[in-house]
């Protein structure tokens, strides 16, 4: 007799998920509705004989299957969206008829997508990189993309270069690597080519490049866009966004960790944070200025390789974006999501700078080619939340049921059969510019100073994010294997600070090369911005972080519960590691489950740790390389360690000896007003001032 697998077969006896699956559930059908009778056997014409042709439903999954794929973005093809609210603080009528700022407590569904740019979609989250922030703002009066990075400016001045740019950072074509990284010889080649580069490589190998967080990092519109009111009066204005968790990055050799630990490290950050309940937040604000003090600013606002400055000219909050929901589905949304920067609603205009510019002309090419038909516009996620009507018809998966008889215009049918009415003044009106000008491919003048702002940025860091830099420079320039890229750089940086030129040069045992040749001279009276530094701004707050507590057999039951009170109380998340994720005994005798076994948990993946064991279980971690290399890591890694109970085994193991006793940031952790005293300590930096020397 023919033996035919069931699905009881598949699923073993027990297992409840399975059985659970049942009820409710719908039943399984074809893609077209109908049920299907087996999906464990293809139909085959005798028991051990061929598959048949007439199985459609084989035919259809396989089908389908083969074609589950579409061409990944060219940039930007790792990325993680989130759905949230935008909420305006006041009403902006005064300088844009922008809906989405009409007035206070207005609210503006969005969807968000954060990115890296070079690394392939299968690549790891903790790329020394640049990071995408794109937001798509559904308002009434059609989608607002504002398509921005974590940096305020950019490697190349004119779009004509991004493919070149592109190219170089992206793995070499001859042998399909590095994947996800700008440390290989041909994007420094480039970058020492193009000294407007310069700027944007000072922001890239500082620890702007390596966030802790997708939430813990600002962003940035980049280029000089418009405001426009009812009355037709622009204004320029600049976009930013500032995380409300604050900022945070991470030291490289614990990126280089997280990417072999957990390389989905963002993505998994800021699912748990919504999915808990702990929803980020961003501020939009904005910097809003006339032509006259475009005129008298000291670079030209047109040019994406500058900032102006906060201190120069103050930055608006105008409101406030909620990050509330994960998707649903990754593909469908995540994926399919396509921002492009010419979507913009009345009130809302660009400017002349060539970046945008090229933009505005490139993605929409690119959506068409990833999503493969002209009707992108009408998938869920890029769907405009207001009322659509125009005459654009038919195409691959047109899903929209068109009414009306007329489908041009000018028509003379009324009604129903007439379509939507004439456009008019209420649309988009462009801000009417008086230009002039011979054609020629030219670079203007004002663009020509690529050194000061890169100085001005190095100046505006404090030593530590300076040190963070040199290394990174010495990181990455030492991945290259011609020395005249490395030269060449170095040469350039001697344009900015000779203090950074030399330290890189002596960090990749470089002869310090010639200064290379400046079109304009480098400018040192600009004055640092304070604003630029990362850690200068550092909020004093636990809240959104994570504590890493490794648990030893013993564990003071207290001491234990009174930590968790306290992270809890600070607004911080604590997941519990043992040596065995079933958990582990405590001194009161219950068992405490672990979220994660230690060899799965390295201390990379918080932001502070502590490690509480009774005797035994104190001596069973020393025994433990992955609890020894968690303890050094801390260390290493500048962060604020508590130990309690038995632990002096292990931090001898740990090499750490005789370090740890008279370091700030180790505290001893026994009951609840030392678990309390820890947290707080743990709200504050990272103990940076460690000596970590051997
Ligand atoms: Fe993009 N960029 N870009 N870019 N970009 C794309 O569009 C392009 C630039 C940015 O999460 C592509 O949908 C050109 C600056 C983000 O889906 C493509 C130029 C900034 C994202 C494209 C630039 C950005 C993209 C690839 C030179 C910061 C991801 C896939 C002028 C302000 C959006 C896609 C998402 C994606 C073109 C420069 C940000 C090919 C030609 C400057 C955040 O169209």
């Known amino acids: 007799m023919a033996a035919k697998n069931t699905s009881e077969d598949v699923r073993g006896a027990g297992d409840e998920l399975h059985q659970r699956s049942g009820g409710d559930s719908p039943p399984l059908t074809t893609a077209h509705g109908v049920p299907v009778e087996d999906d464990q056997n293809s139909l085959r014409a005798g028991d051990r004989g061929p598959t048949l042709l007439e199985d459609a439903h084989f035919r259809e999954k396989i089908f389908h299957f083969d074609h589950e794929r579409i061409p990944e973005r060219v940039v930007h093809a790792r990325g993680y969206g989130a759905h949230g609210v935008f909420e305006a603080y006041e009403s902006l009528a005064d300088i844009?008829?922008?809906?989405?700022?009409?007035?206070?407590?207005?609210?503006?569904?969005?969807?968000?997508?954060?990115?890296?740019?070079?690394?392939?979609?299968?690549?790891?989250?903790?790329?020394?990189?640049?990071?995408?922030?794109?937001?798509?703002?559904?308002?009434?009066?059609?989608n607002w993309d504002l398509v921005g990075n974590n940096i305020p400016v950019f490697f190349i001045q004119d779009a004509l270069k991004f493919p070149d740019l592109v190219h170089s950072v992206k793995e070499e074509p001859d042998r399909g690597f590095p994947q996800a990284?700008?440390?290989?010889?041909?994007?420094?080649?480039?970058?020492?080519?193009?000294?407007?580069?310069?700027?944007?490589?000072?922001?890239?190998?500082?620890?702007?490049?390596?966030?802790?967080?997708?939430?813990?990092?600002?962003?940035?519109?980049?280029?000089?866009?418009?405001?426009?009111?009812?009355?037709?009066k622009s204004s320029f204005v600049k976009f930013h966004w500032t995380p409300l968790q604050g900022m945070q990055s991470v030291v490289w050799d614990e990126a280089v960790k997280i990417n072999g630990a957990d390389p989905d490290f963002h993505r998994r950050d800021l699912y748990d944070a919504i999915e808990s309940g702990d929803f980020p937040q961003w501020e939009l604000g904005v910097q809003v200025f006339d032509d006259d003090f475009a005129d008298s600013f000291d670079f030209d606002v047109l040019d994406a390789t500058k900032i102006i400055p906060e201190e120069v000219l103050p930055v608006r909050p105008i409101g406030r974006m909620t990050l509330d929901r994960t998707v649903t589905n990754v593909f469908a949304e995540t994926e399919q999501v396509a921002f492009?920067?010419?979507?913009?609603?009345?009130?809302?205009?660009?400017?002349d700078d060539p970046l945008l510019?090229?933009?505005?002309?490139s993605y929409l090419d690119t959506q068409l080619k990833r999503l493969g038909s002209t009707n992108f516009s009408q998938l869920p996620v890029n769907a405009?939340?207001?009322?659509?009507?125009?005459?654009?018809?038919?195409?691959?998966?047109?899903?929209?049921?068109?009414?009306?008889?007329?489908?041009?215009?000018?028509?003379?049918?009324?009604?129903?059969?007439?379509?939507?009415?004439?456009?008019?003044?209420?649309?988009?009106?462009?801000?009417?510019?008086?230009?002039?000008?011979?054609?020629?491919?030219?670079?203007?003048?004002?663009?020509?100073?690529?050194?000061?702002?890169?100085r001005q940025f190095w100046v505006s860091q404090t030593p530590v994010e300076q040190d963070h830099i040199v290394a990174a420079y010495?990181?990455?320039?030492?991945?290259?294997?011609?020395?005249?890229?490395?030269?060449?750089?170095?040469?350039?940086?001697?344009?900015?600070?000779?203090?950074?030129?030399?330290?890189v040069a002596k960090g990749l045992a470089l002869d310090l090369p010639e200064a290379s040749p400046a079109a304009v001279e480098t400018r040192t009276d600009l004055d640092p911005s304070p604003a630029l530094s990362i850690l200068a701004n550092a909020p004093e707050t636990?809240?959104?972080?994570?504590?890493?507590?490794?648990?030893?057999?013993?564990?003071?039951?207290?001491?234990?519960?009174?930590?968790?009170?306290?992270?809890?109380?600070?607004?911080?998340?604590?997941?519990?590691?043992?040596?065995?994720?079933?958990?582990?005994?405590?001194?009161?005798?219950?068992?405490?489950p672990a979220d994660q076994a230690i060899a799965g948990a390295p201390s990379v993946l918080y932001d502070a740790v502590a490690?509480?064991?009774?005797?035994?279980?104190?001596?069973?971690l020393a025994d433990e390389p992955a609890a020894r290399d968690f303890v050094t890591d801390a260390f290493t890694h500048f962060k604020v360690i508590g130990l309690g109970g038995a632990t002096s085994t292990l931090v001898a193991a740990a090499g750490l000896d005789g370090k740890v006793d008279a370091d700030d940031a180790v505290l001893t952790v026994s009951g609840a007003d030392d678990a309390q005293t820890f947290i707080t300590r743990c709200a504050g930096p990272r103990h940076w001032d460690r000596a970590i020397t051997a």
Not at 566 to 577: K, L, R
């Open 96 to 142: 844009t008829r922008a809906s989405v700022f009409a007035q206070a407590g207005k609210k503006t569904e969005v969807f968000v997508r954060f990115s890296t740019v070079a690394g392939n979609l299968g690549s790891f989250d903790l790329a020394r990189d640049v990071r995408g922030f794109a937001t798509k703002f559904y308002t009434d009066e059609g």
């Open 181 to 232: 990284q700008s440390a290989h010889d041909t994007f420094w080649d480039f970058a020492s080519l193009m000294p407007e580069s310069t700027h944007m490589t000072l922001w890239q190998m500082s620890d702007r490049a390596i966030p802790r967080s997708f939430r813990t990092m600002q962003g940035f519109g980049v280029h000089t866009f418009r405001f426009v009111t009812a009355e037709g």
């Open 340 to 351: 492009m920067t010419q979507n913009v609603p009345p009130g809302i205009d660009f400017s």
């Open 357 to 361: 510019q090229g933009r505005n002309f």
């Open 384 to 454: 405009p939340r207001c009322p659509v009507a125009h005459f654009q018809r038919d195409g691959h998966m047109q899903t929209s049921l068109q009414p009306g008889r007329a489908t041009y215009e000018p028509n003379s049918f009324s009604g129903a059969e007439r379509g939507p009415r004439e456009a008019g003044a209420e649309g988009h009106v462009p801000v009417p510019e008086r230009v002039e000008g011979t054609t020629r491919r030219i670079r203007s003048e004002s663009f020509a100073d690529h050194y000061s702002q890169a």
């Open 474 to 503: 010495v990181f990455e320039l030492g991945k290259c294997e011609v020395e005249a890229i490395r030269s060449r750089m170095v040469a350039n940086l001697r344009n900015v600070d000779e203090e950074l030129a030399g330290r």
């Open 542 to 592: 636990f809240a959104g972080r994570k504590l890493g507590l490794l648990l030893g057999e013993g564990a003071d039951a207290d001491t234990v519960a009174a930590l968790e009170t306290s992270v809890t109380d600070a607004g911080g998340m604590v997941e519990v590691i043992a040596i065995a994720v079933g958990g582990t005994t405590l001194s009161d005798g219950r068992r405490c």
């Open 611 to 620: 490690i509480i064991a009774g005797e035994a279980g104190g001596a069973a």
